[in-house]
């Protein structure tokens, strides 16, 4: 199995190595990440300058562009050889319910959602600067996912990705299958004074979750509810976003 390992923390971040050392014995593994960190760039590809990948490593590229760049390259005449499966991560971080429209690493993942098997988004959801300096959270998140691929992929429709969140504890409880949940906006923007007396905007992070009155009446649970009971959450993410349960409706509104 040929398997393209790319993430959004960039080409040093701890997660991708732990993933990329736990996945060898699955057949080859090739990175290609970017040459920084390129978190929120969610599915951008760069249009507008020359992309420039360059090999650091036996089978480990580093890439002057996004998340997407990377795996679009790596696709798409990089190599002389396909990919079987396209893993992004693991993110520093997690990335649940309205976040998943701005994350990197499930952008990348996004764009291996043409391949024979769904593409996965891998995220270690706790204590992003802990986890950063603890490998092993890591490791144990890795071998999970190790263990999650060995054990045979689920089939699911074409073009989906497995948004999958794995929580930041020593012992995980299980897995659930769980749908995005929704997040209220606490702070969304903090004004400060940088260094030199100019004034600059900071985006903040989304706050707790939000319970939606029609969610809730769902039997599966959200991605937020299952993390934060120490469960590993995995939600199926379609790229057509389509709502086509009021199509007819709005058709009939606009009289068409």
């Given at each position: 199995?040929?398997?393209?390992?790319?993430?959004?923390?960039?080409?040093?971040?701890?997660?991708?190595?732990?993933?990329?050392?736990?996945?060898?014995?699955?057949?080859?593994?090739?990175?290609?990440?970017?040459?920084?960190?390129?978190?929120?760039?969610?599915?951008?590809?760069?249009?507008?300058?020359?992309?420039?990948?360059?090999?650091?490593?036996?089978?480990?590229?580093?890439?002057?562009?996004?998340?997407?760049?990377?795996?679009?390259?790596?696709?798409?005449?990089?190599?002389?050889?396909?990919?079987?499966?396209?893993?992004?991560?693991?993110?520093?971080?997690?990335?649940?319910?309205?976040?998943?429209?701005?994350?990197?690493?499930?952008?990348?993942?996004?764009?291996?959602?043409?391949?024979?098997?769904?593409?996965?988004?891998?995220?270690?959801?706790?204590?992003?600067?802990?986890?950063?300096?603890?490998?092993?959270?890591?490791?144990q998140a890795a071998?999970?996912?190790?263990?999650?691929?060995?054990?045979?992929?689920?089939?699911?429709?074409?073009?989906?990705?497995?948004?999958?969140?794995?929580?930041?504890?020593?012992?995980?409880?299980?897995?659930?299958?769980?749908?995005?949940?929704?997040?209220?906006?606490?702070?969304?923007?903090?004004?400060?004074?940088?260094?030199?007396?100019?004034?600059?905007?900071?985006?903040?992070?989304?706050?707790?979750?939000?319970?939606?009155?029609k969610k809730s009446?769902?039997?599966?649970?959200?991605?937020?509810?299952?993390?934060?009971?120490?469960?590993?959450?995995?939600?199926?993410?379609?790229?057509?976003?389509t709502n086509y349960?009021?199509?007819?409706?709005?058709?009939?509104?606009?009289?068409?």
């Open positions: 199995m040929n398997i393209l390992i790319a993430n959004d923390d960039g080409i040093l971040a701890p997660g991708l190595q732990a993933l990329t050392d736990a996945l060898k014995p699955l057949g080859r593994i090739v990175v290609v990440a970017p040459e920084s960190e390129r978190s929120g760039f969610s599915s951008a590809l760069t249009l507008d300058r020359p992309l420039r990948a360059i090999q650091i490593a036996s089978d480990k590229w580093s890439v002057n562009g996004t998340p997407a760049d990377c795996v679009f390259l790596a696709l798409n005449g990089l190599f002389d050889f396909e990919f079987d499966l396209v893993v992004s991560g693991i993110n520093s971080g997690a990335n649940l319910a309205d976040d998943v429209l701005y994350s990197g690493t499930v952008g990348a993942a996004f764009e291996g959602r043409l391949l024979k098997q769904p593409a996965l988004a891998i995220s270690l959801a706790g204590d992003q600067v802990k986890s950063y300096v603890d490998k092993i959270h890591y490791q071998q999970w996912v190790h263990d999650f691929i060995a054990s045979g992929l689920p089939k699911i429709p074409f073009q989906h990705v497995l948004n999958i969140n794995i929580p930041d504890v020593f012992n995980i409880k299980g897995v659930k299958v769980t749908h995005l949940g929704e997040k209220k906006l606490l702070k969304p923007v903090t004004a400060c004074t940088d260094i030199r007396g100019r004034d600059v905007q900071w985006i903040g992070l989304s706050g707790e979750e939000v319970v939606s009155s009446e769902v039997s599966i649970e959200s991605d937020l509810k299952a993390v934060s009971q120490g469960y590993v959450s995995i939600t199926p993410i379609q790229m057509d976003r349960a009021i199509l007819e409706t709005l058709s009939h509104q606009l009289r068409l």
